[in-house]
């Protein structure tokens, strides 16, 4: 892989990955640009552009995971990722990326990779047009849980547990202490429906100004399991960006676009409860790549205090 015209010189495939992408290539073409993508947490991706044979390029995207941490889970996460791509390129109503290659097992590369295409647009992580993002991304996810796998993929994983919370210096205690013995039960009943269960403003592509959805990304958590985690996860990542009041706008416009949560307030109320918990534990996680994408104002201790109100106001609504 040429790596002359590099634009970023932290940005280099290494040899064993750059010859299983060469594989790939069409007779004629070669790598001529490699550019870091940054605001991803567990891999790192680079945006590879394609010189083709008679001029002109096309994009690629290329996922490595390189952190101990996360290569030891990363067969799975590309497992899942690879059969969500491949699943999806027949969706009608979902953009995601095309799935090129796979190699989870790092056979032939020096980290588990995958190789898919590049889609146009940009995250937003801002105010612009938050109230239409916001019923964009609702209709979308509908859209999402109304694809039908010929396979169903695996369950979802809820890796946090009520032993493992962090209570935020400050926070009301008697609102955690609450929402925490609300996940000592067990999760309540649910008819499965397919999630990306990753969908927030950082893995959803729109245009410029946003006015339109041009795709989703990052589906290396694709699932089986509750509507309500996957809308719960939207709720808290808007309420941490925004403010706790988009939590509940994201539920709603979700229900408004057609969705449909469980019937029992309980359970609604449990699958909230869980995933905001679980941002606990990972808060200086979340929060650095929204500072590098220009929200220098979420420090870690902003995102702790966003994070306490959000679950203070849900307990004090249950």
């Known amino acids: 892989m040429d790596h002359d015209e590099t634009a970023d010189e932290s940005a280099t495939v ?51 995971y390189v952190d101990p941490f996360f290569v030891d889970r990363a067969e799975d996460a590309l497992d899942r990722e690879a059969g969500a791509l491949a699943l999806l ?43 239409t993002r916001v019923r964009l991304m609702a209709r979308q996810l509908v859209a999402i849980h109304a694809v039908h796998p010929d396979e169903q993929p695996p369950k979802y ?31 309540p009943p649910y008819e499965g429906r397919f999630l990306h269960r990753d969908l927030h403003p950082g893995n959803v592509l729109f245009d410029a100004p946003p006015t339109r959805i041009t795709g989703v990304v990052d ?31 994201f539920a709603d416009a979700y229900e408004d676009a057609g969705g449909a949560l469980a019937d029992d307030a309980g359970a609604r109320l449990y699958w909230r409860v869980r995933d905001a918990l679980a941002f606990s534990e990972e808060v200086h996680v979340v929060a650095r790549p929204w500072r590098e994408a220009g929200r220098t104002e979420l420090t870690t201790r902003v995102v702790e205090g966003r994070l306490d109100a959000y679950v203070t106001e849900l307990m004090s609504r249950a």
């Open 14 to 64: 290494r040899p064993s990955t750059s010859a299983w992408v060469e594989r790939f290539l069409e007779a004629g073409e070669r790598v001529a640009r490699v550019e870091a993508l940054h605001g991803g947490v567990t891999a790192e991706m680079r945006r590879l552009t394609v010189a083709v044979r008679g001029g002109g390029t096309r994009e690629l995207v290329l996922r490595s």
């Open 89 to 131: 390129a027949g969706a009608s109503d979902v953009t995601a990326p095309g799935l090129i290659a796979a190699d989870p097992t790092a056979a032939h590369c020096e980290y588990p990779s995958l190789l898919m295409t590049h889609l146009p647009g940009r995250t937003f992580l801002g105010d612009e047009r938050l109230e």
């Open 157 to 187: 994983e809820a890796l946090s547990t009520a032993d493992t919370i962090v209570v935020p210096e400050g926070a009301d205690s008697a609102a955690w202490a609450a929402a925490i013995d609300i996940i000592r039960a067990p999760a």
């Open 219 to 249: 589906w290396a958590g694709a699932s089986w399991g509750p509507t309500d985690l996957d809308v719960a996860h939207c709720c808290t990542n808007l309420a941490l960006l925004h403010g706790p009041e988009w939590g509940q706008r």
